[in-house]
């Protein structure tokens, strides 16, 4: 769930930047320019909010939920930075005040820089928004939105001092805000992250039904993780290098760091045919909120398909003495497809804490609540539920457990996606 303490931040932030604006406002200033010049302001706060949360800093996660929906709010800003340069750009008078100097004003690139970034921030919106575009072929024009941002702080830099009050409190606030938004592009584009990620070597390479179990060897000192986060995996060499973010499905204490990995496009295919091992890896991270440490005792840990990767870290950093008793429902089309379900029955079979319910589509068992009610000994809001798999299929389970009386605050879910 998104916790709303964040989004609240960056409202309170508009507010405080709107408060400053019309209060420190010279009198003479005409009161159609106050405004739209704060709703350019309001654009560029939130631009520069979403800049930052593209860094990715870990710090961030717990007051967002965790790093996807940091990625959400990252988008919502991206979204609403649009509509009010819009609104900024139709409603700014077009015409310069008096006592401004046309020729001296010509001379200033406020205004074109403003409509440049304008035309690009429209396009890269609605290259990003197209959830058609394979994510290798999106993330590059993605990255157009960085010279938006570099534009855009141009344009208010610039703006004839009459349309943008520099040195008011209000302008302090966005000249804060551009230096934090700029140090925060050059430190997602040129790969200063990369300086927090820990080297691995390929161990081994497994194939398993429709999925590929990476094994990897730390050449330094080992990532140190909560079972159910995931990392960002960036395999070394020509033709390897975008990284994807995966689930680690080892325990912390193993020595070797695991990856299962669903054979779904390019690039995990690319790994299932061509990736040898000895190969560098490097793993950056952890990430992630997706956490049963500190919930109910009593809980139930859905995984529909590959969405079983958090649980398998789980269950293997899991000892008999738990406190927490739980029920994995691992739901997959057909047997076969269900991995490792031989060390999970191995593992139900040993602690009387764990019990494994498999469901298969193809005998009729669909993931619904009715399923989940007829598997467990108490009412469905004595438990804490962590849901793991396709969108739709998490979306469907919490509508209905919602109906069925479970609390909001119950519900965990994690979604294997960004966009
Ligand atoms: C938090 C998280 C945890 C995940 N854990 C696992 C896991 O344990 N096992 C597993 O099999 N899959 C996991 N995934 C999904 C995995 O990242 C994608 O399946 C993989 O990146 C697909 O790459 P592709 O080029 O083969 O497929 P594509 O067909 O290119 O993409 C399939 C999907 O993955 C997304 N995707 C592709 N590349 C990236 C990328 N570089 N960064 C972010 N998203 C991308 C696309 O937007 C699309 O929705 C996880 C995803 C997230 C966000």
Same mark, same amino acid.
Request: glycine content about 6%; aromatic content about 10%; charged content about 25%.
């Given at each position: 769930m998104l916790k709303r303490r964040a989004?609240?931040?960056?409202?309170? /932030? $508009?507010?405080?930047?709107?408060?400053?604006? %019309?209060?420190?406002?010279?009198?003479?200033?005409?009161?159609?320019?106050?405004?739209?010049?704060?709703?350019?302001?309001?654009?560029?706060? /939130?631009?520069?909010?979403?800049?930052?949360?593209?860094?990715?800093?870990?710090?961030?996660?717990?007051?967002?939920?965790g790093l996807?929906?940091?990625? *959400?709010?990252? +988008?919502?800003?991206?979204?609403?930075?649009? $509509?009010?340069? %819009?609104?900024?750009?139709?409603?700014?008078?077009k015409e310069l005040?008096?006592?401004?100097?046309?020729?001296?004003?010509?001379?200033?690139?406020?205004?074109?820089?403003?409509?440049?970034?304008?035309?690009?921030l429209i396009l890269a919106l609605a290259i990003t928004l197209n959830r058609k575009i394979p994510y290798h072929r999106w993330r590059n024009p993605h990255k157009l939105m960085g010279l938006v941002y570099l534009l855009g702080t141009g344009h208010f830099i610039t703006a004839p001092a009459v349309f943008f009050e520099r040195f008011s409190p209000s302008g302090i606030m966005l000249i804060i805000a551009a230096v934090i938004g700029t140090l925060s592009l050059l430190y997602s584009?040129?790969?200063?992250?990369?300086?927090?990620? +820990?080297?691995?070597?390929?161990?081994k390479v497994n194939a398993l039904e429709r999925a590929t179990e990476l094994v990897l060897n730390p050449l330094e000192q080992p990532l140190e993780f909560r079972p159910g986060q995931f990392a960002f995996v960036e395999v070394q060499g020509k033709g390897w290098r975008e990284p994807h973010p995966f689930t680690i499905s080892s325990a912390p204490a193993d020595e070797k760091l695991r990856f299962t990995l669903k054979v779904l496009g390019d690039w995990?295919?690319?790994?299932?045919?061509?990736?040898?091992t000895g190969a560098e890896? %490097?793993?950056?991270?952890?990430?992630?909120?997706?956490?049963?440490?500190?919930?109910?005792s009593k809980q139930v840990w859905f995984a529909g398909g590959i969405g079983v990767t958090p649980f398998l870290s789980?269950?293997?950093?899991? *000892?008999?003495?738990?406190?927490?008793?739980?029920?994995?429902?691992?739901?997959?089309?057909? +047997?076969?497809?269900?991995?490792?379900?031989?060390?999970?029955?191995?593992?139900?079979?040993?602690?009387?804490?764990?019990?494994?319910?498999?469901?298969?589509?193809?005998?009729?068992?669909?993931?619904?609540?009715?399923?989940m009610k007829e598997n467990l000994s108490e009412p469905l809001s004595e438990y804490g539920y962590?849901?793991?798999?396709?969108?739709?299929?998490?979306?469907?389970?919490?509508?209905?457990?919602? +109906?069925?009386?479970?609390?909001?605050?119950?519900?965990?879910?994690?979604?294997?996606?960004?966009?």
């Open positions: 989004s609240l931040a960056i409202i309170v /932030l $508009l507010l405080v930047f709107s408060i400053l604006h %019309l209060g420190f406002s010279p009198a003479e200033i005409e009161r159609q320019v106050v405004g739209t010049s704060m709703l350019g302001g309001w654009a560029f706060l /939130l631009m520069s909010c979403s800049i930052f949360l593209s860094t990715r800093l870990r710090f961030l996660e717990p007051f967002f939920g996807d929906r940091m990625y *959400q709010v990252h +988008k919502f800003c991206g979204i609403f930075a649009m $509509l009010l340069i %819009l609104a900024h750009f139709f409603l700014i008078p005040p008096e006592g401004i100097d046309p020729i001296a004003n010509a001379l200033v690139p406020s205004a074109p820089l403003g409509m440049l970034s304008m035309i690009l584009l040129f790969g200063m992250n990369r300086k927090t990620a +820990k080297r691995y070597v390929i161990e995990t295919r690319k790994v299932r045919e061509e990736i040898e890896v %490097l793993v950056r991270g952890p990430y992630g909120c997706f956490d049963t440490s500190k919930a109910r789980m269950v293997r950093a899991m *000892q008999p003495d738990d406190v927490r008793e739980v029920t994995l429902v691992y739901a997959v089309r057909e +047997k076969d497809e269900a991995l490792f379900l031989d060390e999970l029955l191995a593992k139900a079979a040993e602690m009387t804490n764990f019990r494994l319910v498999l469901l298969q589509s193809n005998e009729g068992e669909f993931a619904r609540v009715d399923k962590f849901l793991c798999g396709p969108k739709p299929m998490i979306n469907g389970l919490t509508r209905d457990m919602r +109906k069925a009386g479970v609390s909001r605050d119950a519900i965990h879910t994690e979604a294997f996606e960004f966009r």
